[in-house]
């Protein structure tokens, strides 16, 4: 017996959309996207689009819903609020209709919750950070399994044993780009959806200071007055693939759609980890500095700091950011939730079907 598989995606920043469609895509037939903003944005995948349950006038949306007490149990459940009534309908009317056999949730305490409720078994994406509120562990105890979409070498060693006894490691949810010749003086610079957006003027300040760098600039990057002739606003793209692939040093934050594209694309990393919820970009930093992924740098570095990153970054052996990218991570991850959805135990599915190309 084979069924429809739920992907909800949430609309904060877009390395959720990203991982979903990376999955769903290695069997279109079975996977259903919901989520905010989906409409002409999931590759030819069936999508349900759902109201926004943002509050209303809001420009920057920081998961505070401002509603006073609420049960442990949620994190965001604003009153008297049109937008979540009618979301909370359309997502139980699909799963009325479709009769999903899983949903998975990336992510959302309350949609795991009503999945549950509404009869449906879950598989509860967990970003980095450690979540051990209430609310994020009772998710975990509800769902069929956990999925981290990173490498189980990166994980916090401070998770509890019976949540990593539930978790299927999935690096590699973005493809791996074909080899490209390097350029090593440019200097890719990405900020992602999730966060501030960077001055593109102080940007411009360093690369006026640093003539001999080629800087290329995409995402959240505030416009630029009067470039200097080295660098180059891209805006919002939607694969920066291969300009990853070829960019001599590529400067980010610590996301993870960001960082599983530089690992699949085997490139030196600065990481600049963004303030997030739950400490996850600083957790990631921290995990790919250990590991011999990254350079790390807390904040935005000073114009004479960059010479040095980005020598580090270059000089890194590549060895250490090899082992943390899987090339079949989005299909064995679909095989795997298509297994849970089938109806296989965790154990006839074989605990290492995620793991087998990992040290």
């Known amino acids: ?7 909800y995606v949430h ?12 999955i769903a895509l290695q069997a279109p037939d079975r996977f259903v996207l919901l989520g905010t903003g989906l409409a002409g944005r999931t590759e030819g995948l069936a999508c349900i689009e759902l109201p926004d349950d943002r509050p209303v006038g809001t ?3 920081d998961g505070a819903d401002g509603a006073g007490p609420r049960p442990q149990a949620i994190l965001y459940a604003p009153t008297h609020h049109q937008g979540v ?3 909370v309908a359309r997502i139980t009317s699909w799963i009325v209709a479709a009769r999903p056999a899983l949903m998975v949730v990336d992510v959302s305490i309350e949609v795991a919750m009503l999945s549950r409720l509404a009869a449906t078994p879950t598989v509860y994406v967990r970003q980095m950070g450690l979540r051990t509120d209430p609310a994020h562990l009772d998710a975990f105890r509800g ?9 189980e070498r990166l994980d916090d060693p401070e998770v509890e044993d019976w949540i990593r006894a539930k978790t299927l490691y999935a690096p590699g949810l973005t493809a791996t780009t074909p080899a490209r010749p390097i350029r090593k003086d440019v200097v890719l610079i990405v900020m992602g959806k999730g966060g501030a957006v960077v001055e593109g003027d102080r940007i411009a300040d360093c690369a006026r200071a640093h003539p001999y760098l080629q800087w290329r600039l995409a995402g959240a990057i505030s416009a630029i007055k009067n470039p200097p002739p080295n660098l180059f606003q891209m805006g919002w793209r939607a694969s920066l693939a291969d300009e990853i692939a070829t960019a001599g040093v590529v400067v980010g934050g610590a996301g993870n759609g960001l960082v599983s594209a530089v690992l699949a694309a085997d490139r030196p990393f600065v990481c600049l980890p963004e303030a997030r919820p739950f400490d996850e970009q600083m957790a990631m930093g921290r995990a790919l500095e250990a590991a011999g992924a990254a350079v790390v740098h807390p904040g935005w570095p000073d114009d004479d ?3 040095v990153l980005l020598q580090e970054a270059a000089a890194q052996q590549p060895t250490g950011r090899r082992g943390l990218h899987d090339p079949d991570g989005g299909a064995r991850t679909a095989q795997r939730l298509m297994a849970l959805a089938d109806g296989f135990s965790h154990a006839a599915c074989g605990d290492n079907i995620l793991h087998e190309v990992m040290p």
């Open 59 to 61: 420009a920057v949306f």
């Open 143 to 151: 769902a069929q399994a956990v999925l981290c979409p990173f490498a």
């Open 11 to 22: 609309h904060h920043g877009d390395g959720h959309r990203q991982r979903a469609i990376a």
């Open 305 to 307: 700091q960059w010479p």
């Open 1 to 7: 017996m084979t069924g429809t598989i739920g992907y």
């Open 85 to 87: 009534r009618e979301r």
